[in-house]
């Protein structure tokens, strides 16, 4: 049982290059997160992912966009990297339903910098 | 607005000492709140959370947090803070009457221990 797994772990952009992260989660959850950490800043939602086939937008969607691959993958994708988004970006996963206890597990992050 | 505010970005206390780490939400309704951990280099992990009931909960690694409803607030405490608690924490918030989905995170308090 892995939990949440993210690759890569690091990557490096230059300006305008375009990429995706992955996210994957074993533990059938049904609700699945993208968040950026920034210092100061704490954890800010990107999007999300109540279920497969709906995702909705969190507090700094712009310049991202994420497709719900199916139940247990999630992946978002810079299309035009900004050094804006240099950043610290963690994947997690909810399970959803009746007796849920709302907890997010979280992958180990992907470290990005676009230069 | 709503939001989660932790007033503290810093804190520094010696080994044996006591801790409080202050979280402050604004939303209409008591939300589902939660204390999460994050080491370096690490994703986070949860401490404890409330959802109902008494009002003082009790967590993992020896922590417990107050959940005040006059005050719009969720302390998080330790009696005796041991060098392996050097972290960052952050609380985190479920808005009530949503799809409890949405997840929103505080700055963060990022705390360090003197031997």
């Known amino acids: 049982n892995a939990g949440v797994t993210q690759t890569p772990k690091f990557q490096v952009l230059k300006t305008g290059q375009s990429m995706t992260l992955q996210c994957a989660q074993d533990m059938n959850h049904n609700s699945m997160y993208w968040y950026r950490q920034d210092p100061g800043m704490g954890l800010r939602l990107i999007y999300y992912s109540a279920s497969e086939g709906t995702t909705d937008k969190g507090e700094v969607p712009n310049g991202y966009n994420v497709s719900r691959l199916n139940k247990r993958e999630f992946s978002l994708r810079l299309e035009s990297a900004a050094p804006s988004q240099t950043s610290v970006y963690f994947c997690?996963?909810?399970?959803?339903?009746?007796?849920?206890?709302?907890?997010?597990?979280f992958g180990p992050g992907t470290r990005l910098t676009v230069t | 607005a709503q939001s989660v505010t932790q007033p503290d970005i810093h804190i520094t206390v010696s080994e044996g000492a006591s801790l409080e780490l202050r979280c402050n939400y604004s939303y209409g309704a008591t939300p589902y709140l939660f204390w999460y951990v994050q080491s370096p280099g690490q994703g986070l992990q949860l401490l404890l959370k409330y959802f109902s009931g008494d009002t003082l909960v009790q967590g993992i690694k020896g922590f417990e947090a107050e959940f005040k409803r006059s005050q719009s607030s969720f302390n998080l405490r330790k009696p005796s803070v041991h060098w392996s608690d050097a972290a960052e924490y952050f609380c985190a918030v479920v808005p009530a009457k949503t799809s409890y989905d949405k997840v929103i995170f505080g700055p963060g308090t990022s705390l360090s221990v003197i031997p």
């Open positions: 997690a996963s909810k399970s959803r339903g009746t007796g849920f206890t709302y907890e997010q597990y």
